[in-house]
């Protein structure tokens, strides 16, 4: 148990800390969890004021489905772990959620700006760590360590399939965060392995007959 704990900390600290919020969800009343949700979304209002405490907060608080988040995030970011290290792993889900929050709400704000939505955009709820997943499980299917932990990503990623690309023709800010968020897990892990590549120790040349 001592090992595994040594060889996952970012895997374990942040499910653990999702897992934490979820708890404390479940005490709250409704009123009061709207309020969390609120607080934590990353919409235009409060990226304005807060960016880096709203882009962090989201990625830990969900409106529901907490269980299935769990399990596929574990599907998801163990693997990466493994083959990439506890850092590189972080650099990935982070670049993945910071650059689906990003891009997704500059297109909505543009599109605010052009009159294509309602001021009400501002405000809309945007929480949970669907990006982070998604990051990490396109980075699990393409470099996975083996050929279990890859099927078992690419389940989990046809099952939610449906749900990450649902709005995706209407530009709707969670879709286009999942497709950002895919992409940079992908260009991301492809980097990390090429890196991974070069650094692996060259085989002995063979010895001249």
């Known amino acids: 148990m001592g090992e595994f704990l040594r060889r996952y900390p970012v895997p374990l600290a942040f499910l653990s800390v999702f897992g934490l919020v979820w708890l ?70 982070a670049v993945a959620h910071v650059l689906g929050t990003v891009v997704s709400q500059g297109i ?26 998604s990051a990490a499980l396109v980075a699990t299917v393409l470099y996975g360590p083996g050929r279990w932990p890859r099927l078992l990503a690419l389940a989990g990623w046809c099952a939610l399939a449906p749900f990450l690309f649902e709005g ?21 892990g492809a980097l990390l392995f090429r890196r991974e590549r070069r650094g692996a120790p060259r085989p002995p040349a063979l010895a001249e007959v």
């Open 24 to 93: 404390v969800q479940a005490m709250l009343s409704p009123d009061a969890s709207a309020g969390l949700v609120g607080w934590a979304s990353t919409n235009l209002s409060n990226l304005s004021v807060n960016p880096i405490g709203t882009i962090v907060a989201s990625a830990f608080v969900a409106e529901e489905a907490h269980a299935v988040l769990m399990v596929v995030l574990a599907i998801g970011i163990f693997p990466v772990a493994r083959r990439f290290g506890n850092l590189r792993t972080m650099v990935l889900i």
């Open 108 to 133: 909505a704000f543009v599109q605010l700006q052009l009159g294509h939505l309602s001021d009400s955009i501002r405000t809309m709820p945007d929480v949970g760590p669907s990006y982070v997943l």
């Open 168 to 188: 995706l023709l209407v530009l709707d800010v969670a879709a286009v965060g999942h497709v950002v968020a895919m992409l940079a897990g992908a260009v991301v």
